[in-house]
């Protein structure tokens, strides 16, 4: 049977017929990997997820973590499921083989990830944050952290965080507090507080490693004054460090994923942590971590909204119920809903919104790998510039689309949908959540808008634009329905670059981010409508159910939804200042 939480043949055509994968082992970085390996790798994930990950999926999320102001206790099941994943070498698949790593591109790697993210997200956001915090401190830390804590980390033992967030600052991070005071030994000691620390405490391993931003006294102000340390639970020697665990924060969704408020020296001493880096530089580092879970949390939002489209799907095979339109006989038996058109409406919104994600969370994996170890130094910056200018839509249009593709596998299952006996009102909640992890759409939009399509003089933008153009001229090339699809990616990539042109050309920089979301949701759309022009074009005139479900799939995006940005392209250009003149005493 077909598995409910992915579609390995969705993961195949991608990665082998699309992004054609295979060719990075001919790099000497990842020589020692095959087909063969990569499908190993994948096997493992898929059944380490369905096993360990997925049967306590509703558990957790029924029986949250608790805390007595002593200590966390949460189900037995989370950490046998994450001692289950540290053997497997899953953990490290992707790292340099010098740290224990498995060399795996990055690629393949976030497509076994995304089977845990399917499974269940909460467990899988303990490894997903550890991850995190190793990639940080092997690319800024010094050889002494990454032995200290990265190794044990790889291994599963030791578990990781990042700490950025204060109840006072929110995500205006050039307002935290928290302060690191320096020591003779060399070094500091850690006084504040952290709010929204997921995974913050548990005893799920030996320690818990925190990426902690601080401010050093007499440092600039602002986020040019912020430095970043590494503030352990436990201390070297084994003692216990002064990180005291103030409260659980209760969710929506992620439940089984512990979160929480932290104190950082509320012993008087204040908790020791280590520098990372160079002091006033550790917002730039700690980018490394927030841009890759900004990625993570996309990949996280595609799986919840493909595991609910493919319950939706098998609900709607299965589910007896109505007849056709045109069928006058009430003794007829009752067909299954997917014969109905609106329901296959709203299975066909599900898989352009999920395999549409997929894709562009696969894409930017492999941009990754290119910028890693493609053996022109051109490639791996051009690589490095389109990930910059992607990263925004890779968070939120999955987070965005694929909530509402949750949204309508309830619909799908109609009353039933709402019910705790169905998936898909937890993948609901879950997913809820990710519109908000690593920055709201709003930050996410003026990211894209403020900073990535008008940084290096508009390079970004520019390669964007010249990427999609590659192919839409593929698109031409090969005429028919393909030209057709590629006139109409042409036409939106076009009002991309004019309406930036003209919300910076105002002169106004208020006018011009006023509204960053509704543009970071046209760009997002119009970036998602050339990833299903490129899977119509792998595609090609391969005959079968599954190719004539992915055009089925790119004809109803470029029907239903790439028109949407019309609208949003005109309101764009007219510089409207509706929200901007709105005075908060009319509310």
């Known amino acids: 049977m077909a ?89 490290s698949a992707a790292l340099p083989a010098e740290v224990g790593g498995g060399q795996v591109p990055g690629v393949v790697a976030r497509a076994c990830f995304a089977w845990f993210q399917a499974a269940n997200v909460g467990t899988a956001a303990y490894p997903f944050l550890t991850l995190g915090n190793a990639n940080l401190l092997l690319t800024h830390g010094s050889q002494e952290l990454v032995d200290r804590y990265v190794r044990p980390m790889l291994e599963g033992r030791f578990h990781g965080t990042m700490c950025l967030s204060e109840p006072q600052a929110g995500s205006s991070l050039a307002d935290i507090v928290t302060r690191a005071e320096p020591q003779d030994d060399g070094t500091y000691r850690v006084f504040g507080n952290k709010m929204w620390i997921s995974g913050g405490d548990h005893e799920l391993g030996e320690n818990i490693v925190h990426l902690v931003l601080a401010k050093i006294p007499g440092g600039p102000a602002g986020v040019k004054g912020i430095s970043l340390l590494v503030v352990p639970k436990f201390l070297p020697d084994g003692a216990r460090n002064d990180v005291v665990l103030a409260g659980l924060n209760h969710k929506m969704g992620y439940r089984g994923t512990t979160n929480t408020m932290l104190n950082f020296g509320e012993g008087g001493a204040g908790a020791v942590g280590y520098l990372v880096g160079e002091p006033h530089r550790g917002l730039t580092y700690m980018f490394h971590m927030m841009n890759e879970a900004r990625i993570g949390v ?23 119920q109505g007849r056709p339109v045109a069928g006058k006989d009430p003794n007829a038996p009752q067909v299954p809903i997917i014969e109905h058109p609106d329901v296959r409406r709203m299975l066909l919104a599900q898989k352009s919104y999920v395999e549409g994600a997929l894709a562009l969370n696969l894409y930017c994996a492999r941009l990754l790998d290119e910028e890693r170890t493609a053996p022109e130094a051109a490639d791996r910056d051009r690589a490095h510039l389109l990930l910059d200018v992607l990263t925004p839509i890779a968070k939120s249009w999955p987070s965005q689309w694929c909530l509402e593709a949750n949204d309508l596998a309830i619909q799908v299952h109609g009353g039933y949908g709402y019910t705790r006996e169905y998936d898909v009102e937890q993948h609901y909640r879950d997913n809820r959540l990710n519109p908000i992890h690593e920055g709201t759409h709003g930050i996410q939009g003026l990211d894209l808008l403020g900073r990535k399509v008008v940084m290096q003089g508009g390079a970004g933008l520019a390669l964007l634009g010249a990427t999609l153009g590659e192919t839409v001229a593929r698109a031409t090339a090969a005429g028919g329905e393909a030209a057709v699809l590629g006139a109409a990616l042409g036409a939106a990539a076009e009002r991309v670059g004019a309406v930036t042109a003209t919300l910076w050309g105002s002169g106004d920089p208020e006018v011009a981010l006023a509204n960053a979301s509704i543009y970071l949701e046209a760009v997002g759309h119009t970036v998602v409508a050339w ?14 159910a599954f190719y004539d479900g992915k055009r089925q799939a790119a004809r109803y995006f470029y029907r239903y939804e790439l028109p949407k940005t019309g609208p949003q392209f005109d309101l764009l250009v007219s510089l409207d200042r509706t929200t901007l003149d709105t005075s908060s005493d009319w509310f």
């Not at 380490?48 to 949250?64: G, I, L, Q, Y």
């Not at 996309?298 to 007896?320: E, F, I, Q, S, V």
């Not at 990833?531 to 079968?544: K, N, P, Y």
């Open 531 to 544: 990833m299903w022009l490129e899977q119509f074009l792998a595609a090609d005139a391969r005959e079968g």
């Open 3 to 91: 598995s409910l939480l992915l579609s390995r043949r969705d993961l195949e055509f991608l990665l082998y017929e699309w992004l054609d994968v295979e060719a990075l082992t001919k790099r000497p970085y990842y020589a020692d990997h095959s087909r063969d390996t990569f499908d190993a790798a994948m096997d493992l994930a898929e059944e380490v997820a369905t096993e360990h990950f997925a049967t306590h999926n509703k558990r957790a999320d029924a029986e949250e973590p608790q805390f007595d102001g002593v200590r966390v206790t949460m189900i037995p099941e989370v950490k046998q499921a994450l001692d289950v994943l540290a053997e497997t070498g899953l953990l």
């Open 298 to 320: 996309g990949g996280g939002a595609t799986a919840l909204g493909y595991t609910g489209y493919l319950k939706a799907l098998d609900y709607a095979k299965n589910r007896p």
